[in-house]
């Protein structure tokens, strides 16, 4: 793949020559790990998948400010990802020069204390019909279908946050993905309630123009599919890999075919990842910006809120403040899910508020479409919508931004104020109700 460095699966094999240089111009800068920074990313990356590239490395990660550097710390593999007693047991392993069968087996082992499929993706939101379950599709808010093309469920670098990671560490039976898109279609056809088909991965724009064009071509002429009315492809190669837009070599070929899909009638909408205010400083990105936006199609940008990367409300105020003079739509500010290295990158409920609030606060309304913060929890997005005291007591005021029940959403609920509290199951209903209302059969 263009541009991609190493993964996971070479990791033990290429991660000295592959950090150490070969490819790379800034030796020199590379060279700024020590030894002990290379021996923790290899460890830690036995567990968390690691891919970086040429760009990452080059353009957005700042070598004078590791190991602080946000970019870096949203690529690499930190020490602290891991738990003391499970670092020091997957080092001894690689001390030892363990067989690989002993390092996978511990790797599992570590990851199935990690909720790898969080938010019931797997149990709950996969569509079955008669012949069993849709391949690749998700379907929990009525309005929008999740497809997974199985060529999209990698990305151009990995987050170290990544809360689908579990798809990339090589544990088959953890990934979802579809391989044809005919049951696909059907099932969208079929179900004429939906309006939105989202793209996802993984990163779709991994894929080349020609793989994306056999799924969308299709759709976009069929009659029994003209309910579907907004295409959304969910990606962050505008921070990892803008070229995908710019010059790589069918770069041309992906502008020709979103400008097709725009000219079907249809909302085409770019669900663009960013982190960071420094994913959208290069000329690349705004290069592709542009370029994206000359089509017709409609950026928008969505990111969770990390500890260690982006808690701080003036890096919010500034992305979005930056989002909407390049033309894009801030659309989500996330809680940080319930899965992989959460205990690294996640940050209270009250504190997320307080950060939104503030950043929010900071921007012109043009920024304020952004919700948030929100989590994709279970039962659906739930947003904290403030902290108030209602009576005597402290609580949270809550909402469904989307419910696995429709008539959830926007409905106000309150839980008991908990300032250490970092997702949904943390909280309890507030006023002495025994349950939350959606819990209620
Ligand atoms: C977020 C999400 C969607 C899209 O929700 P919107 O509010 O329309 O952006 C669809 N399906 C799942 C499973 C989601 O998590
Ligand atoms: S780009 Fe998205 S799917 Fe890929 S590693 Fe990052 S968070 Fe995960």
Known sequence: MDGQIFDKNSITQTTYKALGIHHLSHIAEIGHLSKEQIHNIRI??????????????????????????????????????????EFTRMADLIKLDA???????????IQCKLNPHPAGQRELNIPTEESGSIDGLQHKYRETALFFPS???????YCTFCFRWAQFTGNTDLKISSKDSNAM?????KN???????????????????????????MLHNASLEHIVNIRIGTKALSFWPHRFTDDTDADDLMRLFEKVVQTGRHLAIMAHFNHPRELETDSVRHAIQRIRNTGAVIR?????????????????DLWKQQVKLGLIPYYMFVERDTG??????????????IYQKAIRQVSGLARTVRGPSMSAT??????????????ERVFVLRFLQGRDPSWVGRPFFAKYNPQATWLDHLEPAFKQSSFFFEER
């Open 151 to 157: 060529r999209g469920q990698t990305c151009h670098a």
């Open 301 to 317: 940008t969505q990111s969770p809120l990390l500890n260690h990367i982006n808690n701080n409300e003036n890096i919010w105020a």
């Open 341 to 354: 290295a959460r205990h690294y990158f996640e940050v209270p409920l009250a504190k997320c508020l307080e």
């Open 185 to 189: 279609q059907t099932y969208l056809a």
């Open 44 to 85: 830690v990356g036995q567990v968390f998948p690691f891919r970086t590239n040429r760009y990452v490395l080059t353009e957005l990660i700042n070598w004078n400010k590791i190991p602080n550097d946000p970019i870096y710390r949203l690529v690499f593999p930190q020490r602290a990802m891991l738990e003391d007693t």
């Open 192 to 218: 004429k309630q939906l309006t939105d088909l989202l793209i996802t991965g993984g990163d779709p724009m991994v894929m080349k123009t020609r793989v994306l064009e056999r799924y969308l071509t299709p």
């Open 379 to 392: 039962p659906g997005k739930v947003e904290i919508s403030g902290i108030e005291t209602i009576g005597n």
């Open 99 to 109: 067989p690989r069968s002993e390092i996978d087996d511990l790797c599992r082992e």
